[in-house]
Nanobody, 118 residues
Framework: VRVVESGGGLVQAGGSLRLSCSASGFTFTNYHMNWYRQAPGKERELVARISTGGGTTRYADSVKGRFTISRDNAKNTVSLQMNSLKPEDTAVYYC????????????WGQGTQVTVSS
């Protein structure tokens, strides 16, 4: 199983970044896909979630209207488009694959650093 994030970096406040996550080794279409983030000294928080088919999305209040999650089930990828970035968006962003139900399990990527300068 592999979950690999890419696309992080340093950007000025107000700028944009697009994170990508590539998954392999499991049945991608059976998994909800999530982006989490963790800032220094803070707990990991859910940023965005997309359902298995892509029809339902959910966002943290702090990113609503600025971030967009999407998935491509043909390519086993999920993306997070981040616009109007703020310094408080600075964190390590993690991709998570979650299978819910009686045989629930999840997989995590190694994370990608996003730094927003003021």
């Amino acid at each position: 199983v592999r979950v690999v994030e890419s696309g992080g970096g340093l950007v000025q406040a107000g700028g944009s970044l697009r994170l990508s996550c590539s998954a392999s080794g499991f049945t991608f279409t059976n998994y909800h896909m999530n982006w989490y983030r963790q800032a220094p000294g803070k707990e990991r928080e859910l940023v965005a979630r997309i359902s298995t088919g892509g029809g339902t999305t959910r966002y943290a209040d702090s990113v609503k209207g600025r971030f967009t999650i999407s998935r491509d089930n043909a390519k086993n990828t999920v993306s997070l488009q981040m616009n109007s970035l703020k310094p408080e968006d600075t964190a390590v962003y993690y991709c998570n694959a979650l299978r819910m139900g009686s045989s629930s399990r999840d997989y995590w990527g190694q994370g990608t650093q996003v730094t927003v300068s003021s």
